[in-house]
């Protein structure tokens, strides 16, 4: 950088900017980047007996990490999730969103309604679907006089937990569509009206196209906070859950390592693992947004 | 011919109508059987039969008291409102003063150092866990609300959203200011800040949300009964009683009825603000 002087009042702006920044850049670095960099070299190395002294082992964590069948079935069961979640819970929500778009009674309490899961807690919110699962006492097997394992049969359990995220998430993906539908201009439905498109036509071909900066944002935060769930997967699989091999998430995984059993340097190497697989899958998510996204 | 058009209309409505309240049921659904199982006994509750819906022999709001005492929910409350109230706070404040200064100042190394903001934003937060924790017991506040707040006493995403609500305020307020003789702090504070109101409040629901919902950073950080949040404290309660369904379902009530009326009542600034910030939660 080449030194200009500044005039009295850049100076002054400058270190009002300085100023300003500084409690935020400060407290980035200490409580980010130092993490992030200290959770890489803990990643290499092998937390020593009580927590005590990091003994540097090189590259022998992820050696047990990328070996462990454990971590790749936590892996797939994660993108398992995000497979249930994401597209069930956009699809919904824009449908949703669609209908509210029309004179309705009631238009706010429904979206009140919708949007209430936002704001419970989800361990909560999981602790109610568990006992809506249960599988001798639980509501859905009751009504539906049925006897399935909700939750503890690895084969479903996925989904099961899938659907909480669902129920959870359709409110506010409706709120972001809702806001994405009121930024298209009233004036492409009048004149596809007069040249007589029907509703679906006009969904697919003014709507869709229009609306895809928002449905891109949406499933790219969607897709991100589903391959990083844990508090669902928490609460409704216990320790002692027949399906939880097949059905917890890595973040979950990560939880177990690093703090239920005080192994760091391996709970550091799966964090690394999750970031370089949310690093690929944002990578292709880029790469995607130019090709499909239409924007104005 | 107009008969059938507005039939048609009709027939939109009732497809319309049918849909959103089937939607609405199934949201309705856990939280009516949530409620309608913390007044049964456990009896009651875990008895086979679809039609036993509502509880027989009276409404049990003892177990609202049970869990009320057993759990301490006094300290749970308290614990939890002190979190959000700091968190919100230290977010607010860090995020408004960076804010600005990224959206209306000029100062050298501004590009580097608001790409340090934007980089934390696509770093998946769970990296920073470990050594977080490391931090907060070397400081010796492990069981402490300082402890909760610790990773929330900057916000890169508040920064970010701030700068936003700066950068879109009209050009010359700095000028006028200037005019009528004030600095740049009083310009911030007196002109600026007040205008950007919507963007903090925006950033304080999202803040406050975040630290209601969140579960790992409290039961990391707070392993202790008396220290910890609401949500953590479910976590535990769970573990420990998980068989008793009421009481469970108590629980889970009394967590999440403070919030949801504090909803109702703002629910316009909740869904715009989370709306507007589009923030992940």
Known sequence: MTKKKMTPSQKRQAIWGWAFVLPSILGLIVLNYYPAINTVYQSLCKTGDFGKGNIFVGLNNYKTVLGSAEVWQSLWNTVKYAIVEVPLGIVIALLLAVLMQKKLAGKTLFRTLFFLPMVCAPAAVAMVWKWLYNQQFGLLNNVFHTNVAWISDPKIAWISVGIIGVWSIIGYNMVLFIGGLQEIPKDYYEAAQIDGASSIRQFFSITVPLLSPTTFFIVQTRIIGALTVFDLMFMVMDKTNLALNKTQSIVYLFYTYAFTNGNRGYGAAIVMVLVVFIMIVTFFLQKLEKKIVYYN | ?281
């Open chain 2, 1 to 281: 011919m107009d008969s059938s058009i507005s039939t048609k209309y009709t027939v939109n409505k009732i497809i319309t109508y049918t849909v959103l309240i089937i939607f609405a049921i199934i949201m309705l659904v856990p939280f009516v059987w949530m409620i309608l199982t913390a007044i049964k006994t456990n009896q009651e509750a875990i008895s086979v039969d679809p039609f036993y819906i509502f509880p027989h022999n009276g409404w049990h709001f003892e177990n609202f008291a049970t869990v009320w005492k057993s759990y301490n929910f006094i300290t749970l409350y308290k614990n939890t409102i002190l979190f959000i109230i700091f968190r919100v706070i230290c977010a607010c404040l860090t995020a408004t003063m960076a804010g600005y200064a990224f959206g209306r100042l000029e100062f050298p190394g501004k590009k580097i150092l608001f790409s340090l903001v934007l980089i934390q934003m696509m770093i998946p937060a769970q990296i920073f866990v470990i050594p977080q924790y490391l931090m907060v017991s070397k400081l010796h506040i492990l069981n402490t609300t300082a402890g909760l707040v610790f990773p929330g006493l900057v916000t890169a995403f508040g920064t970010y959203l701030l700068k936003t609500g700066y950068q879109s305020l009209p050009k010359d307020l700095e000028e006028a200011a200037a005019i009528d003789g004030c600095n740049i702090g009083q310009t911030f504070l007196f002109i600026m800040m007040p205008l950007t109101r919507s963007s903090m409040v925006s950033l304080g629901i999202f803040t406050a949300l975040f630290a209601f919902k969140d579960l790992m950073w409290p039961m990391i950080v707070c392993t202790n009964a008396s220290t910890t949040t609401l949500s953590a404290g479910l976590a535990k309660m769970q573990g420990q009683y998980g068989s008793d369904y009421p009481a469970m379902m108590a629980a889970a009530v009394l967590a999440i009825v403070p919030m949801i009326v504090i909803y109702i009542i703002f629910q316009k600034q909740f869904v715009e603000g989370i709306a507007t910030s589009g923030g992940k939660l």
